[in-house]
Nanobody, 120 residues
Framework: QVQLVESGGGLVQPGGPLRLSCTAS????????MAWYRQAPGNARDSVAR???????NYADSVKGRFTISRDNAQNTVYLQMNSLEPEDTAVYYC??????????????WGQGTLVTVSS
């Protein structure tokens, strides 16, 4: 069973940057699509960014131009670089693994989540 471990969350001021990391264990990491989701209090868990095994990316409209998803297959790690953060970005961020190399399908593993708080 693959395990996903997120890190990098914390408190950041509006307009500031933050980079999240998610490292996978025991998997052929490069074969799978990866994704970042977030869940704010009282809200559903929503997709933020996705990356296929081939490096094709997809973003929610609310983060386009501000967030960048990338992956380092040698390190079994997917990143989420978040710039120009807004208070509305405050949420618990989760990474997830797809069951194939193409995003948009089922997800079969989730990390424990890392809290991002954007506040002055």
């Amino acid at each position: 069973q693959v395990q996903l471990v997120e890190s990098g969350g914390g408190l950041v001021q509006p307009g500031g940057p933050l980079r999240l990391s998610c490292t996978a264990s025991r998997s052929i990491f490069s074969d799978y699509a990866m994704a970042w989701y977030r869940q704010a209090p009282g809200n559903a868990r929503d997709s933020v960014a996705r990356i296929s095994s081939g490096g094709i990316t997809n973003y929610a409209d609310s983060v386009k131009g501000r967030f960048t998803i990338s992956r380092d297959n040698a390190q079994n790690t997917v990143y989420l670089q978040m710039n120009s953060l807004e208070p509305e970005d405050t949420a618990v961020y989760y990474c997830a693994r797809g069951t194939t190399g193409v995003f948009g399908g089922a997800l079969d593993a989730w990390g424990q989540g890392t809290l991002v708080t954007v506040s002055s």
